[in-house]
C-alpha cells in the first residue's frame, strides 16, 4: 500500500488510495500512447510522449511525500498542456486526445475541493480555445483526421475506463463524506442525549441535596425554638 503515511486513518485515506491507482495508471496509458506514434512514424510526438512518462513519475514522487493537492493541481496543468502540444501536432479539435479533458476535470474534482476542479476547468477551456480558434487563424495546420484504427480504440478504450473509474472514485468518495458526516451527527446526537441525561440526574441530585439542607435547617431551627421554651418551662416549675 503505497499510500503516504500522513494519509492512514484520515479522511483523505480513500481519496490517496484512489489517486495512487491513477499514478499507477499514467504511465501505463502514456506508454501505450508513445509506442503507438512510434509505430506510426510520429517521432517529434513520441519524444513529448517519453518526456511525460518521466514527468508522470516525478509527480507521483510528489504525492508519495505527502503532497495530495499539489500532486493533483500539477497533474491538471501538466496533463491539460500536454493534450493540447499533442493535438496540436496531430489532428487539432478532432484528435482522440480531447476525450482526456473532461477526465482531467474529474480527476480533479476527487480530492472535493473546488481549487484543483477550478484550475483544470479554466486550462481545459484554454486549450480547447486555442484548438479552435488557433486553426480558425491558421496559428497551427492540424493532420487531416485519419481513418480508425485498432490503436484508436485501445486508447479509447483506456480513456474511457479511466474516466469511468474517476467518476466511480468521485461517487464512492462523496458517499464516504456523507457516511462520516452521517456518523459523526449520529454520535453528536448520543453525546448530547447523555449529556442531557447527565445533567438531569445532577440536577436531581441537587434538589435531593437542597431538600435535605431545608430539612435539616427546620430541624435545627425547631431544636433551637424548643430549647427556649424548655427553659422557660423549667423555670416555672421551681
Known sequence: NQIPVKYHGSEYESIAGTIRVGFTVF???????FIRQLLEGEYLIAGIFALAIAFAF????????????TSVITVSVFFTTLLTVVCS???GVHD?????FPIIIGFSSIILDPKPLIVASVLCLVGLSWLVIGDILGLFSPNPAPVGSSGDFLISA????IGGFVAYSLTFNMKGSLQNANDEIKTSKQEAQLLAEQIEQK???????YRADINRIDQNQNLIDFSPNQKEQNQNVY
Do not use: D, T
Open 96 to 100: 482522440i486526445g480531447l476525450i482526456g
Open 58 to 69: 516525478a509527480i507521483r514522487w510528489i504525492f508519495l511525500q505527502g503532497h495530495l493537492k
Open 89 to 91: 501536432l496531430g489532428n
Open 27 to 33: 504511465p501505463f496509458v502514456l506508454s501505450i500512447s
Open 203 to 209: 440536577e436531581e441530585i441537587i434538589e435531593e441535596n
Open 158 to 161: 483506456l480513456m474511457v475506463s
